[in-house]
Structures are given as structure tokens and as C-alpha cells.
């Protein structure tokens, strides 16, 4: 009877162990991985257009119905792109701007020293103007040859300002002012009637 007893506590001892009830470590749950704090930066951008386009048709009995129909687009752009491409586009239109200022070419004085020709297109009449690089009243020598409008035949002297050409008498009243509109072709106008005048060779 004691052998009963003895062999059925060391199955039950045998039992608890197998259940579980060991001193073995705890292991931790592993945690669900999680997206990266960066995944919404890397989402692609949609743009979506939308045109909606307007129709009116007559029926046989008169009455005219309008229709509607629309139209949408869309297109999916990666963040780094769209980026890429707009600093590109901000890029060329400075570029673009700094082209147009640095187009027009400087004017010096050496530039206009010579003979041109000049065209009274008021009354279709034309003369010579001579710029000469003898200095005369802040400014250098001219001379019409065969110009008989009242502000022209005073003319005795011209200069520079900025990139604008200037007529002056011997009492330094400006007769005429003249912008240049293309390499060796200026256009402006007189002082006293606004009569349009152009010089070109």
C-alpha cells in the first residue's frame, strides 16, 4: 500500500512540472512594428484637374437645353520631384529676367561719334547730324547739316545721359532727346512740337 502512495506522488510532481510550473525566464511580448516618423514625407503627391465644358442645343420644338460636361485628370508626383521641378522653373525665370536686363548693349560715347542720318518723319524731310568729340558745354560738339527745323539748326553740342542721347543749344537748352530702339537706330523727340525724330546709320 505504501508503494501506491509513493509511486502516485512523484506522477503527480511529474505532472505539475510538465505544466508549466518551472522557474524558467518570462520572455516578453515582441511589440508590432511601426512605420517610419517619415512615412507621410514620402507619400507621392496627387494633383487632379477638373475642366467642366458648357453646351447649348436646340430641339425641334425651339426649346434649348444646355448641357454640361466635365472632365478631370489626375497625375501622381513624387514629393522630391515636384520640389525639383519648381525650384527648375523659379531658376529659369530669374535666368530669364537677368537675360532681358543684360540684352540691351551699354551705349558709350564712342560709340555715337560720327555721321548719322536723321529722319524728321513728321513732314518726311532728312538731314545729316554730325557727333564730334571736341568738348563744348559739358558735353561735345554737333552740327546738322541741311536740317532747317527750328530746334535742330540751334543745335551746337550733345551728351550722355544714362543711356539716353541729348541735344543742346549754346545756351544749353535741350533741343531733342533720343533713346536707342536698336544698334545704331535711336528714335526719340524734339523739344519745343514733340515732333517724333530718328538718327540711324
Request: one cysteine or more; a neutral charge.
Amino acid at each position: 500500500m505504501k508503494r501506491f502512495i509513493v509511486v502516485g506522488s512523484l506522477l503527480a510532481l511529474a505532472g505539475c512540472q510538465s505544466a508549466g510550473g518551472g522557474a524558467g525566464p518570462y520572455a516578453a511580448p515582441v511589440p508590432a512594428a511601426q512605420p517610419p516618423a517619415n512615412a507621410a514625407s514620402n507619400q507621392r503627391v496627387v494633383a487632379q484637374e477638373q475642366t467642366t465644358q458648357s453646351n447649348m442645343e436646340a430641339k425641334a420644338d425651339g426649346t434649348v437645353v444646355t448641357k454640361t460636361t466635365s472632365s478631370s485628370a489626375q497625375a501622381t508626383v513624387d514629393p522630391g520631384t515636384a520640389t525639383a521641378f519648381l525650384a527648375g522653373v523659379v531658376a529659369a525665370a530669374a535666368l530669364g529676367k537677368k537675360e532681358e536686363r543684360s540684352s540691351q548693349p551699354i551705349v558709350q560715347v564712342k560709340d555715337m561719334v560720327g555721321g548719322w542720318t536723321v529722319y524728321l518723319t513728321s513732314d518726311e524731310r532728312v538731314c545729316e547730324l554730325t557727333l564730334g568729340t571736341e568738348p563744348k558745354d559739358n558735353g561735345y560738339s554737333a552740327s546738322f547739316n541741311h536740317c532747317m527745323d527750328g530746334d535742330l539748326f540751334f543745335v551746337s553740342n550733345w551728351r550722355m545721359k544714362g543711356q539716353e542721347l541729348v541735344l543742346f543749344d549754346n545756351f544749353s537748352r535741350a533741343k531733342g532727346s533720343i533713346r536707342m530702339t536698336e544698334w545704331n537706330r535711336w528714335e526719340g523727340q524734339l523739344a519745343s512740337n514733340s515732333k517724333p525724330i530718328t538718327i540711324a546709320r
